[in-house]
């Protein structure tokens, strides 16, 4: 339950406005399995009922919009051995995500706080994404042996350059200035204009003037901008040991804690996400969500999604131990199995 007592995720009709409150703020308003399945079900609803003519999104308590899916959920499922409860996790979350990119209303999401995977799932496929002054994005996967998923093997590959190979290699944090110089972001106000902006949406008026009216300066960019060719010129290398390599020849100070960076990240999970993002460039939205569901099927029967758990968030120690531990060692037959498709039945992501 959230911290409140109330329940973990709170549905409110309010004039035209369907308002979505994420309610666990000292999770960080991660989604659980219960959060994902009751607010595809609400979605549908909202999608059949007239009166609603578009959704607001939030997240409780100032820190975070949403920090991703809960992972620990999934760790304990799967160390209970209930592999079938895994898999619907991920079903639950990627079908949600599918229902936010075909949902054929306006979303609006007003995002205070970190947004991070799972976060990134039920906001970027929406219509508005409202960064505040305290907005900051990232997909941090690979620094617990995953991929960033949630339909980001679709969004990355098509934002400028090689910035969304770059977010994707390395989970750098961003904030709205350069969240809105790529796209990621679509509005800016201030936190503190949140309630009256739901407010003047419930009003069920055209939505983007009163986006307008309340908006602020768009803060200036940071890193994706100010390094952008630097990120062009060594991200568009074909491997992740040629990316590297770039980026030690360049020397630069970022280019140096770039590399460092990313030398801390599984190597399973690097070499795993510099193909997809070579693949999701042309790929449909519900055929990368099928290749998302394929790996992380296959990530699931690994090792490194679990070490970066537990070293994340259940003994956070900081100190995963990878395996295998260096890219050289990466099985290129690995890589391309968990391309492929398994032998059950794959979920439906058309709408």
Not at 61 to 88: K, P, Q
Request: glycine letters at 12%; proline letters at 6%.
């Amino acid at each position: 339950m959230a911290d409140s007592g109330e329940a973990e995720i709170l549905f409110e009709r309010r004039g035209a406005v369907g308002l979505v409150t994420l309610n666990r703020p000292r999770a960080l308003n991660a989604l659980t399995r219960a959060m994902l399945e009751a607010m595809r079900a609400q979605l549908a609803a909202w999608a059949e009922d007239a009166a609603v003519t578009r959704l607001v999104l939030r997240g409780r308590g100032g820190r975070a919009f949403c920090a991703g899916g809960d992972i620990r959920e999934i760790h304990a499922l799967a160390t209970a051995g209930d592999h079938a409860g895994v898999d619907a996790f991920w079903r639950a979350e990627y079908g949600l995500d599918a229902a936010v990119k075909h949902l054929p209303k306006p979303i609006v999401s007003l995002i205070e706080g970190l947004v991070m995977g799972g976060g990134n799932g039920i906001s970027v496929h929406g219509s508005h994404r409202v960064s505040s002054e305290s907005y900051s994005f990232a997909m941090p996967e690979v620094g617990i042996g995953l991929f960033p998923d949630v339909g980001m093997t679709y969004v990355l590959p098509r934002l400028p350059g090689l910035t969304g190979t770059y977010l994707a290699l390395t989970g750098t944090r961003i904030g709205p200035g350069d969240a809105h110089a790529v796209g990621l972001a679509t509005h800016h106000a201030a936190a503190a204009d949140f309630d009256a902006l739901v407010d003047a949406l419930a009003g069920g008026g055209p939505i983007d003037p009163v986006l307008a009216d309340r908006a602020r300066p768009v803060p200036d960019p940071g890193v994706l901008v100010r390094e952008r060719a630097r990120i062009d010129a060594c991200f568009g290398a074909d491997t992740v040991p040629d990316i590297l390599a770039r980026l030690d020849a360049d020397g630069s100070a970022f280019a140096t804690e770039t590399a460092a960076l990313m030398r801390t990240r599984s190597p399973t999970s690097l070499v795993l996400v510099r193909e997809q993002m070579r693949r999701g460039a042309t790929l449909t939205f519900p055929d990368a969500l099928r290749t998302e569901y394929r790996m992380v099927s296959a990530l699931m029967r690994g090792h490194d999604f679990f070490e970066g758990v537990r070293a994340a968030v259940i003994d956070k120690d900081g100190a995963p131990a990878w395996s295998p531990a260096t890219l050289g060692a990466v099985d290129p037959g690995t890589i391309a199995a968990a391309f492929a498709p398994g032998d059950a039945p794959e979920p439906d992501f058309e709408r």
